[in-house]
């Protein structure tokens, strides 16, 4: 997958970072982007039926890396959110929606 980043400035150019290989490009069903306090998340349903979730690393890596993955769900995702539980405490809840309905994963 590609995302772009945007800046507001005038004079500021894109830049696009690369995230994953082609292969998984092509079994990418729905992605999402999330900002939670000072971090950003990158959440990937796929074909197969599995979630990725990667974080952004600042400086010096500059890229998405794996948070977690869950590979073995029973429910094959279809859309994916990743919200706050309590910003005080940090939790996070992985929301995914299936052909049956929707589902949570805390983190």
């Known amino acids: 997958a590609v995302v772009s980043t945007q800046s507001t400035g005038a004079k500021s150019g894109q830049s696009f ?3 994953g ?3 998984e490009l092509e079994q990418c069903v729905h992605f999402k982007l999330t900002n ?3 971090y950003r998340f990158l959440v990937i349903a796929l074909k197969d039926g599995a979630i990725e979730v990667y974080a ?3 400086r010096p890596y500059q890229k998405f890396m794996v948070y977690k993955s869950f590979a073995s769900l029973q429910h094959k995702p279809q859309l994916v959110d990743l919200m706050a ?3 005080e ?3 996070l809840t992985l929301v995914y929606a299936s052909n049956t309905g929707f589902h949570g994963i805390d983190m």
């Open 17 to 19: 970072i690369s995230v």
């Open 36 to 38: 939670f306090n000072e």
């Open 89 to 91: 405490d940090r939790k």
């Open 85 to 87: 539980n309590d910003p």
């Open 21 to 23: 290989t082609p292969n």
């Open 56 to 58: 952004w690393a600042q």
